[in-house]
């Protein structure tokens, strides 16, 4: 056990002090690698992730138990199109929905496994999604390591993509923002896109106070205009 104190002076009493304990560190024995057999996947689909594991001195790693979680949750960025932005920027933001991955296989005699994840529950969103496949493999006296990888999850309809030619998110009064648009199906090729249409809005945010439980709060009020 060991005790941390602050002075400002040290003929006074410490002004703050901290009790912490220093136990034994375990350090890893094990090491793998995640990979998966394609870079996006369509919802309502599955996709192979592979495992590679080892220990540090080079023996495969055999007959591990594997655990794992897949995560689904929004983006608004695509690698394919840097610098754009896809969705809504005002949307609230989606639930994001976790889901164990059960039945992981053991590790085999090469320290390896594969095994598919599906992708068939989504939240509802205009943004991007992207799933995260997040695994551990735990060692015979029970420590585990985690790896993860993100993989794209294809949208189900074609995007419209912003790219703001102005930095810090605003513009000097009086001078131009100016924007460039692309349109992409789901596969990330551009495509045309006829018809489309813009507006530009005026956002005023108030702050209206209220009174609840004895306790003041405020919440923002926004209203919009041509």
Request: no cysteine.
């Amino acid at each position: 056990t060991w005790m941390l104190r602050i002075h400002t002076d040290p003929k006074q009493p410490a002004i703050a002090e901290e009790m912490f304990l220093v136990e034994d560190f375990v350090p890893d024995r094990t090491e793998f690698e995640l990979t998966a057999a394609q870079d996006t996947v369509p919802v309502g689909s599955s996709v192979q992730v592979s495992l590679d594991g080892r220990y540090l001195y080079g023996a495969p790693a055999e007959g591990l138990k594997l655990q794992g979680q897949l995560t689904i949750g929004t983006k608004r960025d695509w690698a394919k199109f840097p610098g754009y932005v896809f969705g809504l920027e005002d949307e609230d933001d989606a639930e994001t929905v976790r889901v164990p991955l059960t039945g992981l296989p053991d590790t085999d005699a090469e320290g390896k496994a594969t095994f598919d994840v599906f992708i068939d529950s989504v939240p509802s969103t205009t943004r991007l999604l992207n799933a995260n496949v997040s695994v551990q493999m735990s060692e015979a006296g029970g420590r585990a390591v985690e790896r993860s990888i993100d993989i794209g999850i294809e949208p189900e309809g074609d995007m419209i993509g912003l790219k703001p030619e102005f930095s810090g998110g605003q513009v000097a009064e009086g001078g131009t923002a100016s924007f460039r648009v692309i349109a992409a199906d789901a596969s990330g090729s551009r495509i045309a896109m006829n018809g489309l249409k813009w507006s530009l809005y005026k956002i005023e945010r108030n702050y209206q106070w209220y009174r609840s439980d004895g306790s003041w709060n405020y919440e923002p009020i926004d209203s919009t205009s041509l």
